[in-house]
């Protein structure tokens, strides 16, 4: 076994050798021990645009999940690599959505309320919905642009179908002044649309998924921190359930919360409800400010976790020796759909 020291040293040594040709984007959500040899840090939609930009790359070493490094294939040209450093590193909101549920859900959809829906997606869907949506005339949403492109796909059709994430479906169309009798919610798993209003006033339809991370984050704990710190500012990510999100003071993308720690007067206090490598990051950048997880569990994403620095080591090295492992290829029929999906939401973001 290699100690810590060795590990980066040898990483260090690769990126040297392999200079511009290689480039390493890492999201907010990665641990140290990678975030400190990432050529980008930033949030999905950063780490889309700066990888859609990016042509100098021989090899793309994505530091963050499944579908992220998938986006950057879609982006990225065919002489360009994307790898994973682990291949378990998925993401539990995107594996919510199949593409045979996703088109079972549309049939039913538009048998029930003709074709009068444009699906969007959150970019933490896999390539074949990124692609379904695409062919449909959709766009893909981020969690700093929801808003934006919501409005914009409601003056493209009268109602929109929203992947996979409930949340951020909800807190975003919630914002933007559509009741709650004007959402529905479509169980994938038994195949229903679940609704307490008239159907004809449906306006939303949000896909019943969510992320396990930012479920973890509750009104009780809200409660808690709001009696034992009284001054405690609580910011959370959007894909919080809507009570908790209704019940903090701030509710933002990763990349709002990071500008908001960052612009705090020295010496407030703030509770944070999103991913836990990202807190512990801003606390101890921000050593003025008074931070604590919202959550004491903290909140792990587990499978952002999974690239650790002996997997990144590994994948250089494997590029090092010629034969990259790891490869990410998105099939071409699915990737030309998924950039129409993509280019919609980079033009308006
Ligand atoms: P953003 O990077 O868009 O804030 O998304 C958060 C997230 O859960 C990434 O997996
Ligand atoms: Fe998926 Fe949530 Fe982890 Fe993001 S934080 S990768 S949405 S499980």
Redesign the pocket.
């Known amino acids: 076994r290699l100690s810590k020291e060795e590990m980066e040293f040898r990483v260090r040594r690769i990126k040297n050798e392999l200079g511009k040709s290689l480039f390493i984007p890492g ?3 990665q641990k140290d021990e990678v975030i400190q040899f990432a050529d980008a840090v930033g ?3 950063q780490l889309a645009q700066v990888s859609a930009k990016n042509k100098d790359a021989k090899y793309i070493v994505f530091c ?2 499944h579908f ?1 490094a998938e986006t950057a294939d879609i982006l990225t040209t065919e002489k360009q690599a994307v790898i994973l450093p682990d291949m378990r590193a998925g ?1 539990s ?1 995107a594996d919510m959505a199949d593409i045979y549920q996703t088109e079972r859900a549309w049939e039913k959809l538009i048998s029930l309320l003709g074709e009068t829906i444009l699906p969007l997606t959150y ?2 869907s896999t390539a074949s919905i990124k692609s379904f949506v695409g062919k449909n005339g959709g766009a893909t949403v ?3 642009n929801a808003h934006k492109m919501v409005e914009w796909a409601l003056t493209q059709k009268e109602r929109i179908l929203f992947l996979p994430d409930q949340h951020l479906g909800r807190n975003t169309a919630a914002d933007i002044g559509i009741g709650l009798h004007e959402m529905a919610v479509w169980d994938p798993i038994n195949d229903e649309l679940l609704f307490e209003g008239k159907v004809e006033d449906i306006k939303v339809i949000l896909w019943k998924g969510h ?1 396990s ?2 479920e973890n984050f509750t009104l009780n704990n809200i409660h808690s921190v709001r009696e034992k710190y009284p001054e405690m500012n609580i910011i959370v ?1 959007p ?1 919080c359930r809507k009570e908790v999100v209704d019940a903090s003071d701030y509710n933002g ?3 709002y919360i990071i500008e908001m720690i960052k612009h705090a007067k020295p010496g407030t206090s703030w509770a944070i409800g999103t ?1 836990m490598n990202l807190v512990q990051r801003l606390i101890s950048n921000h050593l003025d400010k008074h931070i604590i997880s919202l959550n004491p569990q903290m909140c792990p ?1 587990l499978t ?1 976790n999974r690239i650790d620095l002996p997997h990144l080591l590994w994948s250089l090295e494997s590029i090092d020796a010629g034969n990259p492992v790891n490869t990410i290829q998105v099939d071409e029929d699915v990737s030309n759909n998924a950039v129409l999906a993509l280019e919609r939401m980079l033009h308006r973001a």
């Open positions: 999201h907010h959500y949030d999905s939609l963050g999940v992220m993401c909101m970019v933490n981020t969690s700093s992320c991370v930012h990510h894909e993308s990763t990349k991913e994403c952002m």
